[in-house]
């Protein structure tokens, strides 16, 4: 079964390491804050500046004046810090954010991604993403494997306007979290009862399937 977009946000929290600097994107990304391991420090970065989200607030909790880059209103940690979103890229351009995790329209097995704009339809801006992918060495982009009419999203080539060249080493789909190496996708787990050949027949790009692909545990 394909998994939700809580539990794609749950199983890319288990990426996270303790210290780390993590920089959540625009949509399923961004529950993640939801799902840090107990008893883990990570500090969520968010382009608008502010360093220290943490979960999405209750009711009584909403300051709208608060909010992410999305413009969803969030809370603080205890040693959060707020700044200028100069600052705030400069962080990022900079190389100091540990882990960034994004999603996307397109991925292929070169570790290209599309994922700010669609030709045809209105669009704001890439916001963020091209300093993101630019900065950032450690990326994981968390998505769905195809789109809704059931074709593939994880492609030989993108045929979307390009983010980033050569950025992409992991991608987690809600059938599967592969990694990218020498022009291949490698296939490291699979959503419980997604099996291997769903995976591989929705799947454009060259794919690699060890002998072995454990299930994901949450």
């Known amino acids: 079964m394909a998994l939700t977009r809580e539990q794609l946000a749950q199983r890319v ?30 500090m969520l970065q968010s382009e608008n500046g502010l360093l220290g989200m ?10 709208a004046d608060l909010i992410n880059a999305g413009k969803q209103t969030v809370t603080m940690v205890k040693g959060a810090s707020l700044f200028s979103s100069a600052e705030s890229f400069a962080m990022i351009r900079g190389g100091h954010v540990d882990l960034t995790v994004l999603g ?6 070169q570790g290209n991604i599309a994922s700010y704009m669609i030709p045809g339809k209105l669009i704001k801006g890439m916001g963020g993403a091209m300093d993101l992918v630019a900065g950032a060495d450690n990326i994981i982009v968390t998505m769905t494997h195809a789109s809704k009419t059931g074709e593939s999203k994880l492609l030989s080539e993108c045929t979307l306007p390009l983010t980033g060249k050569g950025c992409i080493k992991r991608v987690l789909t809600d059938l599967a979290l592969m990694d990218i190496e020498d022009g291949k996708f490698i296939l490291r787990e699979r959503a419980p009862g997604v099996s291997v050949e769903e995976i591989k027949r929705l799947t454009s790009g060259a794919l690699v399937v060890p002998e072995h692909v454990p299930e994901m545990i949450f």
């Open 13 to 42: 929290a288990q990426e996270f390491q303790d210290g780390f600097y993590v920089n959540l994107g625009i949509g399923i990304p961004t529950l993640a804050a939801n799902f840090i391991p107990q008893g883990m420090q990570v």
């Open 54 to 63: 943490g979960q999405f607030p209750t009711e009584d909790e909403v300051d």
């Open 104 to 109: 996307a329209f397109e991925v292929d097995c």
